[in-house]
């Protein structure tokens, strides 16, 4: 829309007339809606297929009562319960309206025009979307076989960067960066950065290699890791994730945070689901075999695929996912087209349960024979 249509794009931040919206996995309802398609699947935004164990369940369930009271502001018994966790101090961490929300609160918090952010080609669209809302200017460095390449983004690095977004694993390649490499790499950022270690798939990643970022917070004290609760631990609708930093960079986060930005169903399920390690465990074991069900199956018609260490793949279909993706939807499997994400030939499809991943390699097979 330009300026003559629009006349409120020019009172805006400065990025935000060149912002285009983060593209959500297409509800089910909506494909139900829009085609008429009964009973579609959907492997389209990384949820767990099993949704929350019956400890959260159940914790949720214990709230309704008390659904006429804001909730708890500070998240003590979260907060709490993840400070055990992670064993750090309760003061270390920032709670998030998923983690998406801490994400953003980064941004704000140390982000705005004339400052740069720095991240990575097939990167998290949050990072470009919570740079360019607050003015500030992207700076991003070509990737290697998907992932990131460090070395071209230590090359974009400068007196203006004030955040480094980087994703371990990322989404949407499913790629990812060993403890070593990504150590030293955030060795030596300038102090006068930080720096975002975004960790919403750690629970699924198995790799002997891959580091847990948490562990490096004291001696980094400008580093920030993310986790979230929409993943493995299946709690995507409920909105819950949090960050972990040094206390100093916490209390600004929690300057600029929403007072009740965490809802109470949320905390209560978050803390029974952190306990919950019987449902983690099989969340992840269905994961593995899931995904090496689809794998199998992309090995079957021909088509390579980025190697994923996360709760979905990436598949190069070899001509444009466009076409294919409306077929697809026809045949009621809602996946990802991730052309915005510079891979325009590729799909991303969450690994689902076992019938669900078999109605979609069957629904691709059929699209790619039409
Ligand atoms: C899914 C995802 C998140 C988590 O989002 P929430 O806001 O916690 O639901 C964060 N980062 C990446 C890379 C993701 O794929």
Known sequence: MSRAENPFLALTAPGLPGLSPYVPGKPISELERELGIRDPIKLASNENPLGPGSRAREAVAATIADLGRYPDGGGFELRRALADHHQVDPAAITLGNGSND?????????????VEAVFSEHAFAVYPISTQAVGAT???????????????MAAL????????????PNNPTGTWLPGKQLCAFLTNLPKTCVVVVDEAYFEYVRE??????????????????????????GLAALRVGYGISDPRIADLLN?????????????????????????????????????AQLTAGFDRLGLSYIPSVCNFVTVDLGRP?????????????ITRPVANYGLPNHLRVSVGLEEENARFLAALGHAFRR
């Open 208 to 233: 002997p290699d891959y580091p847990d970022a948490t562990t490096w917070i004291g001696e980094l004290p400008n580093l920030i890791v993310t986790r979230t609760f929409s993943k493995v631990h």
């Open 138 to 152: 992207a700076r991003i460095a070509p990737a290697t076989d998907y992932g990131h390449d460090l070395d071209a």
């Open 102 to 114: 801490v994400l953003d609160l980064v941004a704000r918090t140390f982000l705005q025009p004339g």
């Open 255 to 291: 300057r600029v945070r929403q007072p009740f930005n965490v809802n109470a169903p949320a905390q209560a399920a978050a803390v029974a689901a952190l306990g919950d390690i019987g449902h983690m465990e099989k969340s992840i074991a269905l994961n593995d075999a899931g995904r």
């Open 321 to 333: 996912a466009e076409p294919l993706d409306q077929a697809l939807l026809s045949a009621g499997c």
């Open 157 to 168: 690095i400068n007196e203006q960067t004030r955040v480094v977004w980087i994703a371990n």
